[in-house]
């Protein structure tokens, strides 16, 4: 280590770990690994053809302004599509509550920098998008987590921790909620738990951030509305991203706050990256114009729907008694309990030897729980490799729970 670098790195930074799902996704890169691990969409979803064909248009039709910076608030047809599409779904916002971010990553660290002073509290899942969570923390932020029941986070519990952090003096800056298909628990709320946890921020006065990656990639079921537009306060900020319906290489997001929140928010952007890669927001925002992204993400849909139909049957077919897992109406993953006396550190040592991978569930919860939980991602791996996957996992916790019977 260069010698004396600890000392000038700051107080957060020292404090920074890696990305435990980052790691696992750098063990596991070898060709004959069947990776359930990494919140991958699938390659058949990426439209290829169809993003060189506009690249080139825009680089003919507005070569220029596409290669230079643009505004914070991002490219003015981006931003004109993405509220067309939300007021399509009943939501009417305003152009001054919609700010482009470069990712949902990007949205949850300048979030962290506005709100978060260090020891503030901010509430989040058992379990928790870790993103989510390193974001936070690196603003120094302590995180308090409330369990699940089969409806997302538990009231009961939530009030009951916000009670108690406001009797002892402290400071709670927001509630971190996953509402639709939340990563990693395949859970989604419906509009009662929603109402509730909207009710508890009106009662302490606490912002809300709705985090929602996942919420247009629904199978089946009926659509909850957005807590965004259940909300009569402006205490909800909602984050919505290209990444799972259209390419996460494109790192381009967006989000819906307050104007005051929204102001703010592009300020503290302006430090951060100037402006979101204003080419990728043309090549989308016509993307969208010419009614691609509807149209390709039906078949994404149809694609995931398939893939957690034959993971889920897998499941039935080869776990043992014991094990249980969720079974998500959306979104790209299950989330698997083991037996309370299996440890999924040790099942995921023994899955790597066998060639799968999955993430374990611990990674998602800031307590320091959920050793016998693990993630498991369907959107990925093709057929033929979830039916041998989850084949080897099983047999990787068959024999783990027949050496416990053994004992
Ligand atoms: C809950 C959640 N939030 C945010 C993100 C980050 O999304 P983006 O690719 O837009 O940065 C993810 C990515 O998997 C996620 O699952």
Redesign the pocket.
């Known amino acids: 280590m260069l010698p004396g670098i600890n000392d000038k790195f700051s107080e957060s930074a020292r404090t920074m770990k890696r990305s435990a799902i980052r790691e696992i996704l750098k063990l596991i890169q070898k060709p004959e690994m069947i990776s359930f691990a990494g ?1 991958l969409p699938s390659p058949l979803s990426f439209p290829v053809e169809e993003v060189k064909e506009i690249t080139t248009h825009i680089l003919e039709t507005q070569g220029a302004e596409a290669l230079q910076y643009g505004t914070t608030e991002g490219d003015p047809l981006l931003r004109e599509m993405i509220l067309k599409r939300h007021a399509g779904q009943g939501l009417n916002a305003k152009p001054e509550n919609l700010a482009i971010s470069t ?4 949205a ?1 660290d300048i979030l962290g920098k506005i709100f978060i002073d260090p020891g503030d509290y901010v509430i989040c899942g058992l379990p928790s ?1 870790l ?2 969570i390193t974001a936070f923390n690196a603003y120094r932020a302590k995180m308090k987590g409330i369990p699940f029941d089969d409806k997302g986070m538990r009231i009961d519990l939530l009030e009951e921790a916000v009670q108690r952090l406001t009797d002892l003096g402290k400071k709670i800056k927001f509630i971190y909620i ?1 509402p639709d298909f939340q ?1 990693p628990a395949g859970i989604t709320m419906p509009e009662e738990r929603r109402l509730e946890i909207l009710e508890i921020a009106e009662r302490y006065d606490l912002l809300v951030i709705e ?1 929602s ?2 919420r247009d990639i629904r199978f089946e079921g009926t659509p909850q509305k957005m807590v965004y537009q259940l909300d009569k306060s402006g205490r909800v900020i909602t ?1 919505c ?1 290209f ?1 799972k319906i259209f390419a ?1 290489g494109f ?1 381009v ?1 967006w989000l819906l706050g307050h104007s005051d929140i929204i102001d703010k928010f592009i300020m503290a952007k302006q430090s951060a990256d100037i402006c979101s890669p204003v080419i990728l927001q043309k090549i989308i925002a016509e993307y969208m114009q010419r009614g691609l992204l509807e149209k390709n993400m039906g078949k994404t849909i149809a694609l995931y729907r398939r893939r957690r139909d034959l993971m889920l049957e897998c499941f039935e077919k080869h776990m043992p008694a014991g094990v249980s897992w969720t079974r998500p109406e959306g979104g790209l993953f299950l989330f698997i309990t083991l037996p309370e006396t299996i440890n999924a550190d040790e099942a995921f040592a023994r899955a790597v030897k066998n060639n799968v991978a999955f993430v374990k569930g611990s990674v998602f919860y800031c307590n320091d729980t959920g050793k016998n939980t693990m993630r498991i991602n369907f959107s990925y791996s093709d057929d033929e490799l979830i039916e041998e996957g989850i084949k080897r996992l099983a047999a990787v916790i068959n024999g783990m729970i027949a050496e416990q019977d053994n004992s």
């Open positions: 919140g990712g949902s990553q990007q949850l998008y993103g989510g996953i990563n985090d990656p996942y984050l991203t990444s996460p790192r997001a």
